[in-house]
């Protein structure tokens, strides 16, 4: 099956990355200096490596996708305010692993200001962070403290010359975070990449899906499309749940054979520009709800458009959360599946037997995007034009003796990813279709 090649929107610019910097550095406090190392390559078995996936954070700030480099902002520097320290160009390991940028490559490229190789870092750092007296570390790094420590010994050349010495060190991670939690238009062009690219991926798995395959070859289908399409594969494990196995909400074995008459549960989403897409559709392996399939599918669906519709500047999650909740439990008791008042399953929390997770998380560069939930303990942060959420209200019905039969271990789960506008709300992933009719029409179109 070959799919239109969706057009690729353009990559973010060099002065959005130069704009992000510029704005990270006009927050500091005066005389600090930014460290922010990218990622590095990890084992994935003896001596070969997982695919390289640049930190975010470092992403967001530089565009830079090579293993091993590090970002230091210097505000107010006049032979430069941002310098990247990246891989030594290496013509053996070249051939092997492939082009590497090299610090004129850095500058050339991704117009940093200056650029060093790996290997002048030592000699360089001392001069760099001479007399400032705050740095600014991710500290939920792993080098962190050693970064921390390494400047320190290294202030002391400033300090030696009479110049401030070091006093102290800051967590970087709750600005860029703050940053990244707004999303400028070209990060929404390309999240409506990977929304789309994942939507795809989605419609080719419902029309390929019937009994006898097997939740893998959903799982082909799906990351088939993701990287036809450009992208670099799925943005995090793909779930295939067939049957009961959509009530574990992580199950990422796919191995399972796709029965007749059950449901299957796929959440997956591609990765472009390393922007996730996080896309949850329910639907049946052979084409046709069953009555009981329909009416528990419906009571989530109803929940679901409804909380897509409330999303605008101004409501919190929470409130999204607890409409959700309400939705859900109302419509457990119309099946007979709670037993009470509304308000008192509610309050009393019964709906956790069947639905134990939140409704929303951020999306973006990663797929648990950054970004605080609450402005202090007590207040939900209310929306706001660039956030992108997801909504993804689910029931899991465990198979336990006090259930009817018709329901039990049924797991249904809608996730559609939101862009917050300043009107209201665009969703991203409406390309597939979640009403029972578009759901049958499309599958038994083929
Ligand atoms: N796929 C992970 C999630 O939906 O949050
Ligand atoms: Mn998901
Ligand atoms: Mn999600």
Not at 373 to 388: H, I, K, Q, S
Request: aromatic residues 6%.
């Amino acid at each position: 099956m070959l799919t239109d090649v969706l057009p690729r929107p353009p990559a973010i610019t060099r002065a959005e990355y130069h704009q992000r910097r510029d704005t990270l550095m006009a927050q500091l406090l005066t005389n600090a200096a930014v460290i922010l190392p990218g990622g590095s390559l990890v084992t994935r078995s003896n001596d070969s490596e997982y695919t390289f996936r640049q930190s975010s954070d470092f992403y967001y700030l530089t565009g830079i996708s090579e293993p091993d480099a590090l970002l230091v902002l210097l505000p107010g520097r006049e032979a430069g305010q941002s310098v990247v320290f990246c891989q030594d160009r290496d013509p053996t390991m070249e051939a092997w692993t492939g082009r590497r940028l090299g610090a004129q490559g850095v500058i050339t490229a991704h117009g940093i200001d200056q650029a060093f190789e790996n290997a002048e870092r030592e000699a360089m750092m001392p001069e760099l962070l001479a007399g400032r007296e705050l740095l600014y570390l991710p500290l939920d790094h792993d080098g962190a403290l050693d970064i921390a420590e390494e400047a320190l010994s290294q202030a002391k050349a400033g300090q030696r010359r009479g110049l401030p010495a070091l006093k102290g060190w800051m967590d970087v991670n709750p600005l860029i975070h703050a940053m990244r939690q707004i999303k400028s238009e070209a990060e929404i062009a390309l999240l409506r990449h990977a929304t789309a690219i994942s939507a795809h991926a989605h419609v080719r798995a419902m029309c390929t899906a019937r009994p006898g395959l097997s939740e893998y070859q959903l799982q082909a289908e799906l990351e088939h499309e993701f990287v036809w399409q450009g992208g670099s594969g799925p943005a995090y494990s793909t779930i295939v749940g067939g049957g009961a196995n959509a009530c574990v909400l992580h199950y990422i074995e796919n191995s399972a054979p796709l029965a007749d008459g059950e449901l299957v549960l796929i959440d997956a989403g591609a990765e472009f520009e390393l922007y996730a897409g996080d896309i949850t559709r329910t639907f049946p392996v052979s084409g046709r709800f069953n009555d009981a399939q329909r009416a528990l599918y419906q009571v989530v669906l109803h929940a679901q458009e409804r909380a897509v519709a409330a999303i605008q500047p101004g409501v919190t999650l929470a409130d999204i959360h607890k409409g959700v909740v309400a939705d859900l439990t109302a419509g457990l008791i119309e099946l007979g599946l709670l037993e009470g008042e509304l308000q008192t399953c509610i309050d009393e929390q019964h709906y956790r037997r069947f639905y134990l997770h939140s409704t929303s998380h951020w999306l973006g560069l990663d797929v648990h995007d950054v970004g605080t939930y609450r402005l202090n303990a007590d207040t939900p942060r209310p929306l706001e034009p660039g956030m992108v959420l997801t909504v993804e209200p689910g029931l899991y019905i465990p198979d336990e003796t006090d259930i009817p039969v018709a329901y039990r271990g049924i797991g249904i789960r809608i996730e559609d990813n939101v862009v917050v506008t300043n009107q209201g709300h665009e969703v991203l992933t409406d390309q597939v279709p979640k009403r029972v009719a578009d759901i049958e029409a499309l599958m038994a179109s083929d």
